[in-house]
């Protein structure tokens, strides 16, 4: 890939894809901040210092733009407007979107219009859309830097630990992401996961005795954050087609087995 890439918004996501490309082409990611400039510019990122909601025009005609800051329906309406001679959008939403729906998870299952966390991130993703964005709804993302083995001595396990969480490690969403940006896809929306959804239980488990530390205590529900009260399988095999892409952690077992190895290397 040789086109430039525009980053709205710089976060795990977006560091990684960085980490991927920046040998390759030329990237730009906005901050609206001038602390976090060194930040950016160390992982290859020329820095967009962004006050208010004006963008540069002259870098977003034809460039390829990934979008992962959170909802905010003004930045949203207002960005997604300037970006109209893109050469492509890829709008990084959540499975969240789906609420309280729960079993196997795929591009046909049905959005939960009732939560206000899942309102806010479809109307984001209806705003990009509208421009032409690809959405990715993506779940619990992680990597050596972020996830549960991050947090293993402060969390609890959500309810009896039998609610299915899925999950993708940030190394293989650059590869998608990537992947998106060479190819013209069939839809607009697709789910994306790794290849074994499983219970909190059973990756809490097999990280504790991978690490050496015992089981958290169970936790109810209403005590855990919204993020983990989920009960979602993602089915992500239809992108995973379309792109004709092997995921290089098809399950948390070889990614946080490469994780924890790391560590101990």
């Known amino acids: 890939m040789s086109d430039s890439i525009v980053l709205l918004g710089v976060g795990n996501v977006a560091f990684h894809v960085a980490r991927l490309l920046s040998p390759r082409c030329t990237i730009f990611g906005t901050t609206r901040s ?22 540069p025009s ?19 309406a207002a ?14 939403s959540s499975t969240g979107v789906y609420g309280k729906t729960s079993g196997v998870i795929n591009e046909d299952s049905p959005v939960d219009h009732n939560d206000p966390r899942a309102l806010r991130r479809i109307e984001a993703e209806n705003i990009w859309r509208q421009r032409g964005a690809i959405v990715l709804r993506c779940p619990g993302l992680y990597a050596a830097e972020t996830g549960m083995h991050r947090r293993m001595g402060q969390m609890k396990i959500p309810g009896d630990g039998t ?6 490690h ?27 959804p499983s219970t909190h239980l059973e990756t809490i488990s097999w990280l504790c005795e991978r690490m050496g530390v015992e089981l958290p205590a169970l936790a109810d529900l209403s005590e855990v954050s919204p993020t983990l009260r989920g009960n979602r399988q993602i089915d992500s095999s239809k992108l995973l087609k379309e792109l004709g892409l092997t995921l290089q952690y098809p399950t948390y077992r070889e990614g946080y087995g490469a994780i924890l190895d790391a560590l101990v290397s």
């Open 170 to 196: 940030l190394d293989d969403l650059a590869r998608i992401i990537e992947a998106c940006f060479e190819r013209t896809l069939n839809n607009s929306t697709y789910v994306v996961g790794d290849l074994k």
């Open 58 to 76: 002259q870098l977003l005609a034809n460039a390829n733009i990934l979008v992962s800051f959170p909802p905010d329906e003004a930045t949203d």
């Open 163 to 168: 609610n299915y969480v899925s999950r993708i």
């Open 79 to 92: 960005w997604s407007a300037q970006c109209a001679h893109a050469k492509r959008i890829i709008y990084i």
């Open 34 to 55: 001038a602390d976090r400039i060194q930040l950016l510019e160390a992982a290859g990122i020329k820095p967009i210092v962004v006050d208010g909601d004006l963008l």
